[in-house]
């Protein structure tokens, strides 16, 4: 039977898969996942958290970059497999929690490594390699895993917890940054967010600085050079489940003068 609470029936990782599969497509033919790779150099080794279906990372691998990725759900790890050689590009699935790293090849574009990106085994991922880049785009997952990686059950959970897990997610992406044998890997994060109409496009950067870097413990690290906005049209309809994404409350209606984004920073 499954769980019920305050915020209904929460999906199963197969459901998320699915949802995901619609949106991913969404931002892709809107071009965003161009778009977001266009602060990526071309021929970068990348570690992705959170690959999807892949999408995204096709976008990497097209700029000529090698793409190890991480993803808990299965469901979208084997769509994204099949996505990318679809595509034209190498792919390999490996178990992150048995793997060697024997089994991650140089010569394969595209590799998953199939478990939680909370897990010590990414840990040594990381330092075993010269990632250039550690991707975290638009990141989510199912209640149910979410609760697992925060140590919750599922009817702990309450409306805040896509925020409490993404930025969980965006703190771990930077500390696999650092300890990337690259001592000059940077991370890019993309996210959804929104600021009022009437807002300046200055101010609302100003804003967003302000916001990441209360996440990182006011550390200063994001500077408002480094962040971008992009208008996100597959969120432009108060009823789509992409804007429910930025809502306090995923039940809430979006007010009119609201403005959703995507937000690109690299630090």
Excluded at 9 to 37: F, G
Excluded at 131 to 143: E, I
Aim: aromatic residues 8%.
């Amino acid at each position: 039977m499954k769980a019920v609470h305050s915020l209904g029936t929460p999906m199963t990782d197969e459901q998320y898969a699915s949802h995901w599969s619609i949106e991913s497509v969404n931002h892709n033919r809107l071009n965003d996942y161009d778009w977001m790779a266009s602060f990526i150099d071309a021929n970068s080794m990348i570690l992705d958290a959170g690959c999807g279906n892949g999408l995204g990372c096709i976008a990497m691998l097209k700029k000529g970059c090698s793409v190890i990725a991480i993803e808990a759900n299965e469901h979208l790890a084997i769509q994204a497999i099949e996505n990318v050689q679809a595509a034209g590009f190498s792919t390999k699935l490996i178990n992150l929690n048995s793997a060697s790293f024997e089994e991650i090849e140089s010569g394969v574009n595209f590799q998953i490594l199939l478990g939680s990106l909370f897990s010590e085994h990414v840990n040594n991922v990381a330092k075993s390699f010269e990632f250039d880049y550690v991707t975290n785009w638009l990141f989510g997952a199912s209640p149910y895993r979410a609760a697992e990686e925060l140590k919750k059950s599922i009817v702990e959970l309450d409306a805040g917890y896509a925020r409490e897990y993404r930025e969980n997610a965006t703190i771990a992406c930077q500390r696999l940054s650092k300890l990337s044998k690259n001592k000059e890997c940077k991370l890019h994060y993309t996210l959804r967010s929104a600021y009022e109409k009437d807002t300046p496009k200055s101010i609302a950067i100003d804003l967003f600085t302000d916001e990441q870097n209360e996440l990182f413990f006011n550390s200063n690290m994001v500077k408002p050079e480094n962040i971008n906005l992009r208008k996100n049209n597959s969120m432009m309809s108060p009823s789509s489940s992409q804007m429910k994404y930025i809502a306090t409350n995923p039940n809430s209606s979006i007010p009119s003068n609201i403005k959703p984004v995507i937000v690109s920073i690299v630090i």
